[in-house]
């Protein structure tokens, strides 16, 4: 057998999102990695070999989870994939992760390359793995200090002697009242997906000998159409009864005798005359896997930290998927296909859970990190699962660095420095503010050719039924909060009813408390309406203006858009379990609210109400406030809308030696960026500044983009000695100022 040795800083284990996201951010912060994946291509089950779309905070923008997408690599990719491949072709995003990791020099990549064994110096230490390539037939063996396993299943650390856990835990254990029965179940199961097309002529199907051939075993099988498919048809899953590491080639092939099944009723039934000239373009080949083993950190999160959004100091990430678990009997079960709980808002993910207790040099990143079951359905999708993988990446980093094992980072008071490195890549941590001493615009004076005071919106460009509860979102300052007057068209005369509410928790966006209710009296025709609610908040917030479901009156909408305001809607989402409202049995452990969401653009307009005192909110100082998106405020510099000319200022004492520049703009982290499947009306989201330049102190242009799409652009200099710097930008269009989160300035690389 051949077989070569390679050495490096970290090997990770694992080419899904998650192994993916902990090397680019690794190799990016300085050390080598090898990242070794089994498959022929990278991305997991979003790759085209499972083909479900990336999900995570966001949750298909059915929950209250505002600006809630992922930063860092996990928002890269999206945002990338959403400019290339706004019409979801799984086999584009492939070359999309690909091309990410080769573009990495510190990256060597192994694909189709399967670890089977490894060895360690000592009972608590790996010291290397062994993988086999199947195509070249050569046997790897990998030595480093670190390793990180992101393999779905845990092989490293199942190989190593990690402490892991397979099942759910009692009632008893943590008090989680979401622990499942055993009648339920204990371990979510495997799923395949298939696609069909249209061909425009009749297309006959055979089904193989293996198909399913009595479907009403499946007790929803009235639920199959000749539409749905791909990842809508999440809820073809089975497993959980067995073993979802060992028996995954039997599951799969009972998957494929319910997906060709499923296809022959669809074909030959003769109740989907539609489905004629259907075929079948594609069906998967592996399933997809939700839950196998999860291993022991020195903390468990528990559905208490997510419910309660519990505080941790060494959060390092944070998810926002709903409480997701699934009947073991999956498409075989009596009852619903998922059992679907949400927060209230996001929650903390801590450094604890993303290392082994008993193995001093592995990394957890991925479904495999240290949770409990019912709180696995959450932190278990994709876009959460980058976001660790991440956060281990950094770490790493800092291990490597420092000659530290993972454990040791918090041991060594090291935890600030890896939030901080976090944040300054992108990485959003509830509650973290980034302190970064050394970012030269922290001592920078700075002022900008206009600042955008938000009185709202003034004119009505369109109108909307209020044939749902309607809301529209204020960022206000701390004190008296202003009267606000309403554009309004009514059909005839009748009293309009309006609340002013709150969320009770910073930086979360349920509007649970109630500052305040109107009714007022309007008549037929077009008016402006006047409200005031006399009433006053104790710091900088977020006002829900809401207005209860009425048919007989119009809203005003305007096509203008800003930075960190939304309208939202009581509205119903299905795909995730939203109703209008949650409302949960008493025992169930997880609160009941209402659900605020916004509509998909070209929709979602604001509505054309102005306040009657402006808002200073967009103030150029923000861009270096350390908060790089929308919480308690818009966190954003954003020009006026007359400002033909945006520019914002750094000015310095003494000459400033600048090497690197960070510029952080605005891609709707509202948006959740589905990956596949879905298509999407924008490849650029509307409030990026597409266009701008950098200056120095004497004018001349030291760096011009033209055509942005991205959160962050990292511009490198060389030799720049400037006591001032400009940033010129301009305005996405005329209807969306131009604005920034943050630009950051270093003397290094």
Not at 263 to 280: Q, R, V, Y
């Amino acid at each position: 057998m051949k077989s070569v040795k390679i050495s490096s800083d970290l090997v990770v284990v694992g080419g899904g999102l998650s192994g993916v996201c902990t090397a680019i951010t690794a190799a990016r912060a300085g050390i080598q990695v090898v990242l070794v994946q089994d498959r022929p291509v990278l991305g997991g089950n979003c790759s085209s070999e499972v083909r479900l779309w990336i999900l995570g905070a966001t949750s298909h923008m059915g929950n209250n989870n505002r600006w809630a997408r992922e930063g860092g690599v996990i928002d890269e990719i999206l945002v990338e994939n959403m400019y290339r491949n706004r019409e979801g072709n799984p086999i584009i995003l492939d070359t999309i992760i690909l091309d990410k990791v080769v573009q990495e020099p510190n990256i060597t990549l192994l694909l189709n390359t399967a670890v089977f064994e490894l060895e360690k110096s000592d009972p608590v230490t790996i010291s290397a793995v062994r993988a086999f390539c199947s195509q070249n037939s050569t046997e790897y063996l990998l030595r480093a200090p670190l390793f990180c396993d992101a393999s779905g299943d845990g092989i490293v650390g199942f190989l190593s002697g990690a402490a892991f856990r397979m099942g759910a835990e009692s009632v008893e254990e943590f008090g989680e009242k979401m622990a499942p029965s055993a009648e339920y179940g204990e371990l979510l199961g495997h799923s395949l997906y298939f696609y069909s097309k249209d061909t425009g002529k009749p297309v006959k199907f055979i089904p193989p000998s293996f198909a399913l051939t009595d479907i009403t075993r499946i007790p929803r099988y009235r639920n199959f159409n000749a539409q749905d498919q791909g990842c809508k048809l999440w809820w073809v899953e089975y497993g959980g009864r067995l073993d979802t590491v060992h028996d995954t080639e039997k599951i799969k092939w009972e998957l494929w005798k319910v997906i060709y099944g499923v296809w022959n009723h669809i074909k030959n039934s003769g109740e989907f005359p539609e489905a004629e000239t259907l075929t079948l373009e594609w069906v998967g080949t592996i399933p997809g896997k939700r839950e196998s083993r999860r291993f022991e950190g020195d903390y468990i999160l528990r559905q208490q930290d997510l419910v309660e959004q519990r505080q941790h100091e060494d959060a390092v990430a944070y998810g926002g998927w709903s409480i997701d678990l699934h009947p073991a009997d999956g498409v075989f079960s009596e009852k619903p296909g998922c059992n679907q709980w949400h927060s209230k808002g996001v929650f903390h993910i801590p450094y604890r859970t993303l290392y082994s207790r008993n193995i001093e040099n592995l990394f957890l990143a991925g479904r495999i990190i240290s949770v409990s079951h019912v709180a696995f359905g959450a932190t278990r999708v994709m876009a959460t699962s980058a976001y660790v993988g991440q956060a281990a990446g950094m770490a790493a980093a800092i291990c490597k660095r420092n000659g530290l094992k993972p454990g040791e980072i918090i041991k060594n008071g090291m935890i600030g420095e890896l939030q901080t490195e976090l944040i300054r890549n992108g990485q959003f941590i509830p509650g973290m503010v980034l302190r970064d001493q050394d970012d030269r615009v922290q001592s920078a004076s700075i002022t900008a050719s206009s600042e955008l005071k938000f009185a709202g919106f003034p004119e009505a460009e369109g109108w909307k039924v209020l044939d749902m509860a309607s809301a529209q979102m204020f960022p206000v300052e701390k004190g008296e909060v202003p009267a606000f007057n309403v554009c309004v068209n009514a059909f005839k005369a009748t009293t309009i009813k309006a609340e002013l509410r709150v969320s009770s928790r910073a930086g979360s966006f349920t509007p649970d408390t109630t500052l305040g209710a109107v009714e007022a009296d309007v008549n037929a025709g077009v008016q402006t309406l006047r409200l005031s609610f006399d009433v006053r908040v104790d710091n900088a917030c977020y006002l829900f203006l809401i207005f209860h479901k009425n048919p007989d009156v119009r809203l005003g909408i305007t096509e203008r858009r800003v930075t960190g305001i939304l309208s939202v809607f009581n509205l119903v989402n299905k795909a995730v379990s939203n109703y209008g409202a949650q409302s949960p049995p008493d025992d169930a452990g997880v609160d009941a609210f209402e659900f605020w969401c916004p509509k998909r653009r070209p929709q979602g307009h604001n509505f054309a109400i102005t306040m009657e005192r402006h808002q200073s909110l967009f103030l150029a100082q923000n861009v270096r406030n350390g908060i790089d998106r929308p919480l308690v405020s818009p966190n954003a510099w954003a020009a006026d809308w007359e400002d033909t000319n945006p520019s914002i200022s750094l000015r310095w004492d003494e000459p400033q030696h600048i090497g690197v520049i960070d510029l952080f703009f605005d891609t709707d982290f509202d948006h959740p960026m589905e990956s596949v499947l879905m298509s999407h009306p924008e490849d650029v989201m509307p409030f990026c500044v597409r266009n701008y330049r950098i200056k120095d102190e004497a004018g001349r242009i030291v760096y011009e983009r033209r055509g942005n799409y991205q959160s962050r652009n990292r511009i490198v200099l060389e030799g720049l000695v400037t006591r001032a710097i400009t940033v010129e930008a301009e305005h996405p269009s005329h209807r969306v100022p131009a604005s920034l989160f943050a630009i950051r300035c270093y003397q290094n690389k």
